[in-house]
């Protein structure tokens, strides 16, 4: 069974960065897909990032692209987000997810997710 906890959520003024990263377990081979979601209060889920081990494609919402990076170190078995010049609108809890089979994908309605961290910034 996939387990995927994060960490590396926090507080920051509007403009900081932060890194957050997602230890993945349960499952030894490249996954189809692994990726960020984020969740803020009264609104939808939103898929951020997505990452594709078979050939290293990403994907970003457009509400994110040039300001996170996502990436993984398979030796870590850790998926990461580097965020930089962190707005008000960014914060939400903040979701690893991990599709190792192509079943639903990562942007959307992943079939695996870790329990979240929570990126607030402050203007």
């Known amino acids: 069974q996939v387990q995927l906890v994060e960490s590396g959520g926090g507080s920051v003024q509007a403009g900081g960065s932060l890194r957050l990263s997602c230890v993945a377990s349960g499952y030894t081979y490249n996954y189809f897909c692994m990726g960020w979601l984020r969740q803020a209060p009264g609104k939808e889920r939103e898929g951020v990032a997505a990452f594709y081990p078979a050939d290293g494609s990403t994907y970003y919402a457009d509400s994110v692209k040039g300001r996170f990076t996502i990436s993984l170190d398979n030796a870590k078995n850790t998926l990461y987000l580097q965020i930089h010049s962190l707005k008000p609108e960014d914060t939400a809890m903040y979701y690893c997810?991990?599709?190792?089979?192509?079943?639903?994908?990562?942007?959307?309605?992943?079939?695996?997710w870790g329990q979240g961290t929570q990126v607030t910034v402050s203007s």
């Open positions: 997810a991990a599709d190792p089979f192509k079943s639903t994908g990562c942007q959307r309605n992943p079939p695996n």
